[in-house]
């Protein structure tokens, strides 16, 4: 993941104590150990991202309210009479989109630190782009080539998918799945604006309130454009993400575990939004459980309590889980409809998700690595070009 350690900055301006006193050394003490641990890489976040992915790629194969339906197409009948324990376990996976976004709002932050719009955009598009090219034109192979399971898009809606941009176009996805990409895409585009005049503990606090507030009025403001830019459905969860890593990089405060309850509060609820009108197979309290421990978890990562976590396997852990996630949903129930007959249905999750991994693997090595130094190359020389024809104009 681009970006660890990068522009490295200046922890807070000591506070000042009643009566102009100069702060006690323990403080400096404590500023000390945050500004060491900040260029960091954090291990523990790497496999927290693969677990949340895997927690997405069982519920999606064996907890999906679509998955427990008669005649449906992954099993031909519900999940929970073939294999009932798992479906309990896998019918909370949804979560893991969740911890993706928290996840997301923590490294965007860490990662353009001290960076220009031009190496965030850049990071950016090497990032998401080489990966999810190869996901859309996999899936729409694997759809063509076992036809009557999902419908296949058309050409131009397929190709309208390469530009990650299909949502705002009012075009589907190659793959449902994808619809993450668009609210996280919204959330570049915010925080974009942030970056440009150059990040500081100050700036990401009135960021995280100014985009809170507009996120919990779109929903009554009945005025498309506000409800398109707050994204009242995920504003939440980035915003907890960012407020966890002004933690990690200054330490804690008060106004940030402030920050980080508001977004406790509007998450449980919106939580509760998406059992009612979505999944419609887990409990409130159950997911409200499981947020709150991965919340916990990360403000354990945020203060540095897994900081001896070192374990190097984690790094390509965290590397396999967005080839993981993008591929998995169309074409792994795909084969799970055509080889449903031939195993123990437990196994087959199993073996299809490990088929997966493997292959999100060589899409890492094969794909995202030479096409994203292909195009950091690309974009360098194009936005220097860009730079000298300006000067010199």
Not at 27 to 52: F, M, P, Q
Not at 101 to 116: A, E, L
Not at 147 to 161: I, K, S, T, Y
Not at 357 to 377: D, F, G, Q, T, Y
Request: with cysteine; charged share 15%; aromatic share 12%.
């Amino acid at each position: 993941m681009a970006g660890f350690g990068a522009g490295l900055q200046q922890p807070l301006p000591p506070l000042v104590a009643p009566g102009g006193r100069p702060p006690q050394p323990a403080g400096a003490g404590r500023r000390a150990v945050v500004r060491e641990r900040v260029g960091r890489r954090l291990y523990a976040i790497d496999g927290i991202r693969l677990l949340a992915a895997l927690m997405v790629a069982v519920h999606h194969f064996a907890g999906t309210n679509r998955a427990d339906q008669p005649g449906n197409v992954i099993w031909d009948r519900p999940v929970s009479e073939i294999m009932p324990t798992v479906f309990r376990l896998a019918s909370y996976g949804w979560i893991g989109v969740e911890i993706f976004f928290v996840i997301s709002g923590f490294v965007i932050c860490m990662s353009c630190w001290g960076r220009t719009p031009r190496q965030f955009f850049v990071s950016r598009v090497i990032r998401l782009y080489p990966a999810y090219w190869f996901a859309v034109l996999f899936t729409t192979g694997v759809l063509m080539a076992v036809p009557g399971v999902w419908e296949r898009l058309r050409l131009r809606e397929v190709l309208l998918n390469l530009t990650m941009l299909q949502s705002g176009s009012g075009v589907a996805n190659v793959d449902g799945v994808y619809w993450t990409l668009w609210s996280e895409l919204r959330f570049y585009l915010l925080f974009l604006l942030v970056v440009a005049t150059g990040l500081t503990y100050r700036k990401v606090v009135v960021f995280c309130c100014v985009w809170g507030a507009a996120a919990m009025l779109a929903p009554v403001s009945e005025f498309p454009l506000l409800e398109l830019v707050a994204n009242p459905e995920g504003a939440w969860y980035f915003i907890a993400g960012l407020a966890l890593y002004l933690m990690h990089r200054f330490g804690q405060d008060l106004l940030l575990w402030g920050i980080l309850a508001m977004a406790w509060l509007m998450g449980q609820l919106e939580l509760g939004h998406r059992i009612d009108e979505v999944e419609h197979v887990s409990g409130w309290r159950g997911s409200v459980l499981i947020f709150t421990v991965f919340l916990l978890a990360m403000v354990a990562i945020a203060l540095g309590a897994t900081d001896r976590v070192r374990w190097k396997w984690l790094v390509t852990a965290g590397a396999l889980t967005y080839p993981l996630y993008l591929m998995h949903y169309a074409a792994g129930t795909t084969l799970i409809n055509r080889l449903r007959d031939t195993m123990d249905a437990r196994l087959l999750v199993a073996v299809v998700i490990a088929g997966f991994l493997v292959l999100s693997w060589l899409v890492h090595r094969a794909v995202e690595r030479p096409v994203s130094r292909l195009l950091k190359s690309g974009l360098d020389t194009s936005f220097a070009r860009l730079r000298n024809a300006g000067s010199g104009a």
